[in-house]
Structure formats: C-alpha cells, structure tokens
C-alpha cells in the first residue's frame, strides 16, 4: 500500500502575545513509507549514543540550544555535535517539509482567530497540493497532542480533506518527528535571525549569522522553504 506520514510539530502558545515570543509556527514533515531511511536512522542512533544517551533518546532542539532540561550538563561543543546529528539525519532524508508561521500581534490575543487563521491556511496548502496527496492510498498523521487547538485543526482539516488517520506519537517513537522539531526551531531561527531577534543563547550556540546561513539554513533550504 502506497502510504504518506505527515509528522507535525509546532512552536509557540495561544497565550497572549508577549515580545519575547512573537511567533507561533506548524511544521509539516512528509514522507513516502516506500522511501527507507534505515541507514539514516542508523547514523542518528549512532551519534545520538556517541553523546551519552540511549539510542532510542528523542532530541528536543529547543532545550538543547538553551542548554536545559537532559542537556544541562552538556558542554556547547557535546550539544552542537547532538545539534548536528539530527540536522544531518534530517537533511539527508528521503522528506519534504512545509513551515506555516503567523505573528501574534496581528491577532490583537485573539485565540479564535488565530485557531482560524492556522485552519484556512493549512487547508490552503493541502487543496493546492490535493492531487499529490490523493496518489497515496493511505495517509497517517503523527501529532503529539501537545497543543489541544493543533489536534483540533489536524482532527478537523485533514481529515475532512484527505480522510487522514490520526495518531498520537511520543517524540523518542519516531526519528521524523524529530525532524518536524528540528524544521520547526530552523524555520523559527530563519524568521528571527530576519528580524533581527536571536536570543544570546541562539547567538551563542550557532556563532555569527554567517555560520547559522551557512551551516544550517541555507542547506535544509535545499528540501523546502522554511518559512512558507
């Protein structure tokens, strides 16, 4: 059976707008199960275990920027080479991806609104690309209900467009899901990075806006727009 995963992850709260966090962003990772990524996965357990954890360790790019949480004890150089594992695996596999982001301050701590928003433009992407999404005969959605206002658009989008299973997955289940994550903080670097407003821990971590360009951004650019 010709199946597609759609792994999303998201970054922001509904809460209201702070200056801090201005940006609410959905990223969309899409692969072809008949596409294997085996000997990708085997490069990211690999690495993933070379900097002291389980294989099967989820890495939360977040946290491991900001050195919090199972990264607190990590140097910056342990934490860019586990940064780095999960950029290669994920610019290495067979994915595409598509990042929507909507600024905050334009919905005056309107959460409906916002909801609405995110729903019409997640529909617009998916009518758009219909044809391609109708040439698998099924397609399984993985989310990990982190947000109840993401399910909903997920439960009530995608299935009315493309009558998608939807599943809930934890981060250390699937090395994709990882990659939504690692798209999603990439996409929102690319945006701040744009607007001048990397934190001293970004600033810190990735070096000179040159290196993020560089390193980072200009080659997952290859696989899609991060700011869609």
């Not at 409906?112 to 044809?131: F, Q, T």
């Not at 299973?165 to 945006?191: G, I, N, W």
């Not at 701040?192 to 990397?198: C, P, R, S, T, V």
């Amino acid at each position: 059976m010709h199946e597609l995963s759609i792994f999303i992850d998201e970054s922001g709260d509904f809460g209201p707008y702070e200056a801090h966090a201005p940006y609410y962003l959905i990223a969309l990772v899409l692969h072809d199960q008949s596409r294997s990524i085996s000997e990708e996965l085997a490069y990211l357990k690999k690495h993933v275990v070379e900097c002291g954890f389980p294989e099967g360790h989820a890495v939360h790019t977040g946290p491991l920027i900001r050195r919090e949480a199972d990264y607190a004890g990590l140097d910056i150089a342990d934490r860019r080479k586990l940064f780095r594992a999960l950029f290669n695996f994920t610019r290495r596999v067979p994915i595409s991806f598509r990042t929507l982001l909507f600024q905050k301050k334009e919905f005056h701590d309107d959460h409906d609104a916002l909801v609405s928003r995110m729903s019409r433009e997640l529909g617009s992407y998916i009518r758009g690309n219909l044809e391609e999404f109708q040439s698998f005969e099924r397609i399984v959605v993985y989310y990990d209900n982190g947000q109840k206002e993401i399910t909903t658009i997920i439960n009530t989008v995608l299935n009315a467009l493309l009558e998608a299973e939807v599943r809930r997955v934890r981060p250390s289940d699937y090395a994709l899901f990882q990659a939504a994550d690692m798209v999603c903080t990439l996409a929102l670097l690319a945006r701040k990075l744009e607007d001048g407003n990397l934190s001293k821990s970004e600033q810190a971590f990735f070096g000179s806006r040159r290196d993020l360009i560089k390193n980072y951004l200009k080659p997952m650019k290859r696989k899609g727009e991060l700011i869609g």
